[in-house]
């Protein structure tokens, strides 16, 4: 795993946006076509606005995945993630050759083998993802699984990431945060050919260090990006200030 360090949220997005950019770019000239991950969340904001204004990518031959939605969500939600991902990307990149999002309303087991399947007929080129409050990675919370093969699977949110969800403002009331989602799975994101992550704010500081310095262990579900060969995780300079010292002069700087 590569690890950038970048002055501001802007900056590590701007820069995420162009890590994805040339993978999908790099996708098309080697297999003509490319496959897509694409998270949501605060993290991802200003990522998703560069990448659609990226230049020199044909839209019309990439497949859009994404990584969870809530179960029983309409998709015109506020805080629906297929809300999320039509508004800040599929409309603003008209010839995408397809979306497939995940059903929140479809019942949550054919769910996970209708978006599993169509997942599992080639690989992912690159994966765009965070890391939670409570360090998960997409809605594997903590304690995650590590050993399924499945694509996508049926989750309980616990009250850490769901605090999350609240205090970024999706929802109302803590209450209204759903407590079952569909996650795409922790083996199929580290089954992308690279991974993207993003990580901007202070309060993801302690994810990021546990992330990155602590032992590799599901109570940390981001700790196991650093097994990925082609992960690139790109912090700002608040949600880097728990590193230590060796790891940010180690690390790559852009300004």
Known sequence: ???VLASTARQAGAFAAAQVADAIRSAIAHRGQARIT????????????????????????VTMFHLDQYIAMAPDHPASFIRYLRERFVEKV?????????????????????????IRESPVDVSCVGIGENGHLAFNDPPADFETAEPYLEV????????QQFGEGWFPTFDAVPRRAISMSVRQILASRKLVCTVPDLRKARPARDAIEGPLTNRVPASILRTHENCIMIL??????LLSDATKAAARRIE
């Open 1 to 3: 795993m590569e690890l």
């Open 38 to 61: 694409l998270g949501t969340g605060a993290s991802q904001i200003v990522l998703l606005e560069h990448l659609v204004a990226s230049e020199g990518i044909d839209w019309s031959v």
């Open 94 to 118: 008209p010839s995408l050759a397809a979306a497939h999002f995940i059903d929140g309303l479809a019942d949550p087991r054919a769910e996970c083998r209708r978006v599993g399947a169509l």
């Open 156 to 163: 309980e949110l616990d009250d850490a990431c769901r605090r």
């Open 236 to 241: 700002d300079e608040p949600a880097a200030s």
